[in-house]
C-alpha cells in the first residue's frame, strides 16, 4: 500500500520548524514514519534551506547511518520513481517542480548507495530502478544549476550521482551500460545554455565507473570520434547562438574528460582521441 495513502505528512512550515529544533540523534526514526514521509513530500520545496539544508542532510545522516529500515526505504524507493517525485512535472522547465524531480534523483542515489552496503534490493528492482533513471534523464528539459534566491536544481549533476550508485551495484549487468552510457552522453548536447556549474564533471564519474567496470573503451571512443560529426548536423538544425552553447558544452565536458584521463592509468591510451577531438573542435 502506498505510504502517503496510510500517513498524513507534516505541512512544511509544521516540518521545518521540527527539523530546525531536532536533531536526528533526537529522534526515534522506527517510532516516526511520519517525518519521513513527510521530509520526501516536501523534498522539492522551493525553500533552499529546508530542501537542502535540513531534509536532503537529514535523509542522508539517518539513511547512511542505518536508522530507517530496509523495508522502509524500499517503500520509499517505489514512491521516489513514481510520478509524484522523479517524474512530477517533467518536461517543465523553469518552474519549481525541477526541485522535487532532482532532489527526488539523489535520494535515490543515497538509496542505492546503502543497497550497495548492505543488499536489501532485488536484482528486479534495481534493474527497474535503471530503467526509470533512463526515461527520467531522457526526458529532463530542466537543467539550470544554481537558482537565484531557490538554491540548487542542479539535475544533470544529481542524475549522474544515481547513475554512479547504479553502475556500482552487481546487480547491473554490464551489457545495460552502452544504454546508460548513451543517456548521460545525449545530456552533454545541451543547446539553450552552456553548464557552469561543473555537471560536466559530475556526469563523468559514472562514465569513468563503467570503463572501470569493464565496459569496452571502444564504446567511449566512438562517441567521441563522432562528437565532431553530431556538431556539424546540429549546426545546420539550430541558431547559432543555440550552436556555440553547444559546442562550450561538448568542449567543457572533453577537458573535464581529460583531466580524469591524465590521472588514471586505466584510460591513458584514450588521451589521444579526447585531444584529436578537442583540437578539431577549435578548428570549427
Given at each position: 500500500?502506498?505510504?502517503?495513502?496510510?500517513?498524513?505528512?507534516?505541512?512544511?512550515?509544521?516540518?521545518?520548524?521540527?527539523?530546525?529544533?531536532?536533531?536526528?540523534?533526537?529522534?526515534?526514526?522506527?517510532?516516526?514514519?511520519?517525518?519521513?514521509?513527510?521530509?520526501?513530500?516536501?523534498?522539492g520545496?522551493?525553500?533552499?534551506?529546508?530542501r537542502?539544508?535540513?531534509?536532503?542532510?537529514?535523509?542522508?545522516?539517518?539513511?547512511?547511518?542505518?536508522?530507517?529500515d530496509?523495508?522502509?526505504?524500499?517503500?520509499?524507493?517505489?514512491?521516489?520513481?513514481?510520478?509524484?517525485?522523479?517524474?512530477?512535472?517533467?518536461g517543465?522547465?523553469?518552474?519549481?517542480?525541477?526541485?522535487?524531480?532532482?532532489?527526488?534523483?539523489?535520494?535515490?542515489?543515497?538509496?542505492?548507495?546503502q543497497?550497495?552496503?548492505?543488499?536489501?534490493?532485488?536484482?528486479?528492482?534495481?534493474?527497474?530502478?535503471?530503467?526509470?533513471?533512463?526515461?527520467?534523464?531522457?526526458?529532463e528539459?530542466?537543467?539550470?544549476?544554481?537558482?537565484?534566491?531557490?538554491?540548487?536544481?542542479?539535475?544533470?549533476?544529481?542524475?549522474?550521482?544515481?547513475?554512479?550508485?547504479?553502475?556500482?551495484?552487481?546487480?547491473?549487468?554490464?551489457?545495460?551500460?552502452?544504454?546508460?552510457?548513451?543517456?548521460?552522453?545525449?545530456?552533454?548536447?545541451?543547446?539553450?545554455?552552456?553548464?557552469?556549474?561543473?555537471?560536466?564533471?559530475?556526469?563523468?564519474?559514472?562514465?569513468?565507473?563503467?570503463?572501470?567496470?569493464?565496459?569496452?573503451?571502444?564504446?567511449?571512443?566512438?562517441?567521441?570520434?563522432?562528437?565532431?560529426?553530431?556538431?556539424?548536423?546540429?549546426?545546420?538544425?539550430?541558431?547559432?547562438?543555440?550552436?556555440?552553447?553547444?559546442v562550450?558544452?561538448?568542449?567543457?565536458?572533453?577537458?573535464?574528460?581529460?583531466?580524469?584521463?591524465?590521472?588514471?592509468?586505466?584510460?591513458?591510451?584514450?588521451?589521444?582521441?579526447?585531444s584529436?577531438?578537442?583540437?578539431?573542435?577549435?578548428?570549427?
Amino acid at each position: 500500500m502506498n505510504l502517503l495513502e496510510n500517513i498524513i505528512p507534516m505541512k512544511e512550515k509544521e516540518l521545518k520548524y521540527f527539523l530546525e529544533n531536532r536533531n536526528s540523534e533526537e529522534i526515534e526514526w522506527a517510532e516516526k514514519k511520519h517525518i519521513v514521509i513527510s521530509m520526501l513530500v516536501h523534498i522539492g520545496s522551493p525553500d533552499s534551506q529546508l530542501r537542502d539544508n535540513m531534509i536532503y542532510q537529514t535523509f542522508c545522516q539517518v539513511i547512511l547511518e542505518t536508522k530507517i529500515d530496509d523495508q522502509l526505504l524500499g517503500e520509499i524507493l517505489e514512491l521516489c520513481v513514481s510520478d509524484q517525485f522523479l517524474f512530477k512535472g517533467i518536461g517543465e522547465k523553469d518552474t519549481d517542480s525541477v526541485f522535487t524531480r532532482s532532489f527526488t534523483s539523489l535520494l535515490i542515489a543515497l538509496i542505492l548507495y546503502q543497497d550497495n552496503r548492505n543488499d536489501f534490493l532485488t536484482e528486479a528492482k534495481v534493474n527497474e530502478i535503471k530503467d526509470k533513471l533512463i526515461s527520467y534523464v531522457n526526458l529532463e528539459k530542466d537543467v539550470r544549476g544554481y537558482v537565484k534566491d531557490k538554491g540548487w536544481a542542479h539535475s544533470m549533476a544529481h542524475v549522474a550521482d544515481a547513475f554512479d550508485e547504479l553502475v556500482k551495484s552487481e546487480k547491473i549487468n554490464q551489457s545495460t551500460y552502452p544504454a546508460i552510457m548513451q543517456a548521460i552522453w545525449q545530456k552533454i548536447y545541451q543547446t539553450e545554455s552552456v553548464y557552469i556549474h561543473d555537471e560536466d564533471e559530475r556526469m563523468i564519474v559514472p562514465i569513468i565507473q563503467m570503463i572501470d567496470n569493464g565496459l569496452g573503451q571502444e564504446v567511449l571512443e566512438g562517441l567521441i570520434i563522432n562528437m565532431k560529426n553530431d556538431l556539424h548536423q546540429y549546426r545546420n538544425q539550430i541558431e547559432e547562438e543555440s550552436y556555440w552553447f553547444l559546442v562550450a558544452n561538448c568542449k567543457n565536458f572533453l577537458k573535464s574528460l581529460l583531466v580524469n584521463m591524465i590521472s588514471n592509468p586505466k584510460l591513458s591510451s584514450m588521451q589521444s582521441v579526447v585531444s584529436k577531438t578537442l583540437n578539431e573542435m577549435y578548428e570549427i
